[in-house]
């Protein structure tokens, strides 16, 4: 995985975002997200991509017995280890890309937009698959693939004038380069068939699928959708859940 967080400059920025001050209660796909947690009262909990340890203080308040925030931004864990410690949380650097523990380690893998950074996401698919313990769930967000499919992530104005998301290249899967918070950062397209089936080809069971919008209970976000604000005519991240067969 690239290091881009550990830009100076754009770890500033980044810490200017509102999900970076105000955590998940800033972050619009947070109540998407927590519907589908499992129950995380004496589980071993990992969050692959911890970033600055939000879902990892959430795991350890909800009654996780251990949770373990991998990342591989030497600045993300400094600011985790700084705002958001709890004796049951141990954090690491590490790439989620490659990083494995010993098999059935974990009750519940969790990953907050950080796949996207993955070029095998089979890989570290399998890699999940056999450090759940039987039973286990894995829960991830990941920007959506017609977010991801053109490159640019940017809107569009047409010659008519009206504002559209553009995809393209959509089933060319790989790198692409994008400008976010000034810096170009390299993130990876998956379409949603090669998501779907490393999930399931890695053997766990898929239990749910969501693409937020923004939940209709938040006034902000309810007014945005009636105005048909840009952000809630195309889906900008997915959210897929699934567990580990218990006779695993």
């Known amino acids: 995985m690239t290091n881009t967080y550990d830009d100076a400059k754009f770890f500033e920025a980044y810490a200017k975002?509102?999900?970076?001050?105000?955590?998940?209660d800033a972050a619009g796909e947070w109540p998407d997200f927590q519907a589908l947690l499992p129950d995380l009262k004496g589980k071993h909990v990992l969050d692959l991509g911890c970033g600055y340890g939000w879902h990892c203080e959430y795991a350890a308040e909800h009654g996780a017995k251990a949770v373990l925030g991998i990342d591989s931004s030497t600045r993300m864990l400094a600011e985790a280890e700084a705002h958001h410690r709890h004796p049951a949380i141990t954090y690491q650097q590490g790439d989620l890309a490659?990083?494995?523990?010993?098999?059935?380690?974990?009750?519940?893998v969790l990953s907050s937009l950080a796949?996207?950074?993955?070029a095998d996401f089979s890989a570290v698919m399998h890699h999940v698959a056999t450090m759940l313990a039987p039973g286990g769930v894995l829960l991830f967000t990941i920007e959506h693939p017609l977010f991801t499919a053109e490159g640019s992530e940017q809107w569009v104005t047409t010659a008519a004038g009206q504002r559209v998301w553009p995809v393209d290249h959509y089933f060319d899967e790989g790198a692409r380069a994008t400008q976010f918070l000034g810096q170009t950062v390299t993130k990876y397209h998956h379409t949603l068939s090669t998501i779907v089936n490393s999930v399931l080809g890695s053997g766990l069971q898929l239990t749910a699928v969501a693409e937020?919008?923004?939940?209709?209970?938040?006034?902000e976000a309810?007014?945005?959708i009636e105005a048909k604000a840009d952000w809630t005519?195309?889906?900008m991240m997915l959210i897929v859940r699934a567990e580990k067969s218990a006779q695993a």
């Open 115 to 118: 796949l996207h950074y993955v």
């Open 222 to 224: 309810k007014a945005d």
């Open 98 to 108: 490659t990083f494995t523990a010993a098999p059935g380690s974990f009750d519940v």
């Open 212 to 219: 937020p919008r923004g939940s209709k209970a938040d006034i």
């Open 17 to 24: 975002m509102p999900r970076s001050q105000h955590g998940l």
């Open 233 to 235: 005519r195309a889906p």
